[in-house]
T-cell receptor
């Protein structure tokens, strides 16, 4: 059983399209995150939800909208995709903050053409 | 605010040699510190963590790291490199209070020469 699963693994789409990435965790964790990894491998937090409540919203364009229907799921919807959105997006989860670290999903490689 | 600096974006060692990956952190409060490994086209896997217990932390795959408060460092070592250790390594920090997120370093690519 995959602990944190993301779908799809690869996503190729044209500029201007709208797309979604889904994330599910079966660890019973109370907090979920979205991170963006750019072409230089730099990881930056985008959003964090604790028990369905948004607790971190970094300076992300409002074309990105997270949704957490329950504490086991955190989806990311992106409107009007731009070339600069091409990256690997990682979902992660944790229990009780960061004390025990995160469990990461395997990532979604988004390519905007 | 917390930050992490990893010295050296690329480290190359011979198989069987010592691996040393450097990480310095900045934090205004006692930190939690982590090392993650990322193999190609995969997610990040936790190697080890420091959460204010023993300063020498042992992790998976023979890696260990030592927390040195006076030097604000948390360097990762492995006595003898194996070809399978080739990967990207990330150091990360968070504050113990209001620990809401991990802040990652820029990563160090480890190459193992046969």
């Amino acid at each position: 059983d995959t602990a944190v699963s993301q779908t799809p693994k690869y996503l190729v789409t044209q500029m201007g399209n709208d797309k979604s990435i889904k994330c599910e965790q079966n660890l019973g964790h109370d907090t979920m995150y979205w991170y963006k990894q750019d072409s230089k491998k730099f990881l930056k937090i985008m959003f964090s939800y604790n028990n369905k409540e948004l607790i971190i919203n970094e300076t992300v364009p409002n074309r990105f909208s997270p949704k957490s229907p329950d504490k086991a799921h955190l989806n990311l919807h992106i409107n009007s995709l731009e070339l600069g959105d091409s990256a690997v997006y990682f979902c992660a989860s944790s229990q009780a903050g960061t004390r025990y670290g995160y469990t990461f999903g395997s990532g979604t490689r988004l390519t905007v053409v | 605010a917390q930050s992490v600096t990893q010295l050296g974006s690329h480290v190359s060692v011979s198989e069987g040699a010592l691996v040393l990956l450097r990480c310095n952190y900045s934090s205004s409060v006692p930190p939690y510190l982590f090392w993650y490994v990322q193999y190609p086209n995969q997610g990040l896997q936790l190697l080890l963590k420091y959460t204010s217990a023993a300063t020498l932390v042992k992790g998976i795959n023979g890696f260990e790291a030592e927390f040195k408060k006076s030097e604000t460092s948390f360097h990762l070592t492995k006595p003898s490199a194996h070809m399978s250790d080739a990967a990207e390594y990330f150091c990360a920090v968070s504050a113990t209070q209001a620990a809401q997120k991990l802040v990652f370093g820029q990563g160090t690519r480890l190459t193992i020469n046969p």
